[in-house]
């Protein structure tokens, strides 16, 4: 029995969840034994190399790749979807200029729902409609934010670029090398979508009680945002920046164990032998790292990896490599959880209608460990 393992009078609790199947689901196959991902049954390295992120939502949503003609229908839509109302803009224009961008993403999405007159229709047609909304419009809002906060002026989206060209574009007015953008559409493929992670399990509970796609979104943006989760990423590249030297990586690593550290961007629930997205992820951060011509923050990560595994056996997750594949594309280190979001509204989505189709409420019990049943004392003899 694992450490987790709570054994009770009559059940036995596992925290935390671990090891228990509570559905099914055909979205994609999390294999910790051979260390590998599948959507809806392609592996992510062949996603990777051979489709957009565009293509991948797609099939995410549908099950299959999509045609050529079914493809720029998709594109066409995604593209005509793109701008937020005056009403939406102004509103990011007013978040505080202090707030973390997740939390404005997270009300930007919030805000969208009261703005859909059809929000509580369920059925997979209007569901899929919402979906592409908030695939759509969430990297304005997030590009938009971006450059409220900076003082800049707002860039609106252009149609004749991909997802991926068009939120640098928002972002820093100009698109990138075409292998810099590629590196990123890589990432977005792989934050796509990752099981019955906590956002998603979290985006299916908020469905299950019959509510709104907006709403189990919003809950989980909320969800990826700790740093055990999503925010991970972000948290990796200000340790890359505490350290700052390869010279001082293998010492600091050594002291944050002997301390008793939790070193983020290491570690997972359910690969315990390494996660299947980090070798792409780490040989398009590398490409990048020769673009750019800046080794320094691969050559800490591959110290830091090193003890770790040697000391503890506990391998890096994808938000290891792109922490700093993010800082390379110019990225400041708040906006990458929010860029791990644009990428996993996708898979949230495709759950959420996966739940909506064959719902049933989730409603798990507990075992109550407070104090036995007692009598009501009135105010009066509390005194
Ligand atoms: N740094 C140091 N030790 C770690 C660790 C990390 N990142 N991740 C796990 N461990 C250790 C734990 O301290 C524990 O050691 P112990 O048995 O001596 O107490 C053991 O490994 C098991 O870890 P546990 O916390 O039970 O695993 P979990 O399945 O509950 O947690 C994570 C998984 C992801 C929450 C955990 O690995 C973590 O916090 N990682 C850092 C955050 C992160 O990168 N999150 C992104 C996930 S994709």
Not at 8 to 35: F, H, Y
Not at 149 to 165: A, C, Q, Y
């Amino acid at each position: 029995m694992s450490s987790n393992t709570t054994p009770t009078n009559t059940v036995e609790i596992k925290k935390g969840l671990e090891g228990v199947v509570v559905d099914t689901s055909a979205v994609s196959k999390v294999m910790p034994e051979t260390n590998s991902l599948t959507y809806r049954g392609y592996p992510v390295q062949d996603l990777s190399e051979k489709c957009t992120f565009e293509e991948v939502a797609y099939l995410l949503w549908h099950g299959e790749l999509p045609s050529k003609k079914e493809l720029e229908a998709f594109v066409q839509e995604e593209r005509s979807l793109r701008t937020i109302s005056p009403e939406l803009a102004s509103v990011i224009k007013l978040f505080p200029k202090k707030a973390h961008p997740m939390d404005t993403v997270r009300t930007a999405v919030s805000y969208l729902g009261m703005e859909d007159s059809d929000i509580w229709s369920q059925d997979r047609k209007s569901n899929m409609v919402k979906a592409k909304k908030i695939f759509s419009k969430v990297p304005t809002m997030i590009a938009m934010d971006y450059r409220c906060r900076k003082g800049l002026p707002v860039i609106e989206p252009r149609k004749d670029l991909s997802f991926s060209e068009n939120f640098f574009y928002m972002c820093f007015g100009e698109v990138p090398h075409k292998d810099i953008v590629k590196c990123f559409d890589v990432s977005m493929i792989l934050y796509a979508e990752h099981g019955f992670n906590a956002s998603t399990f979290t985006s299916r509970v908020v469905t299950s009680t019959m509510s709104d796609m907006y709403g189990a979104v919003t809950a989980g943006i909320a969800s990826l945002k700790g740093p055990l989760h999503g925010g991970a990423n972000e948290q990796v590249m200000h340790m890359l920046k505490e350290i700052n030297d390869p010279a001082k990586a293998e010492a600091w690593m050594l002291d944050a164990l002997a301390t008793k550290k939790k070193i983020m961007g290491f570690g997972h629930r359910v690969y315990k032998r390494g996660d299947s997205r980090v070798p792409i992820m780490k040989d398009y951060g590398q490409k990048l790292a020769n673009i750019k011509g800046e080794q320094k923050w691969l050559k800490i990560s591959d110290i830091l990896e090193k003890v770790m595994i040697e000391k503890k056996n506990i391998h890096p997750n994808v938000d290891f490599p792109s922490g700093p594949a993010y800082y390379l594309m110019g990225f400041e280190i708040d906006m990458y959880t929010p860029l791990f979001v644009m990428a996993r509204t996708t898979g949230w989505t495709a759950h959420i209608m996966e739940q909506a189709e064959n719902n049933r409420l989730i409603r798990p019990l507990t075992q109550y460990t407070g104090p036995a049943e007692r009598v009501v004392k009135t105010l009066a003899e509390r005194a």
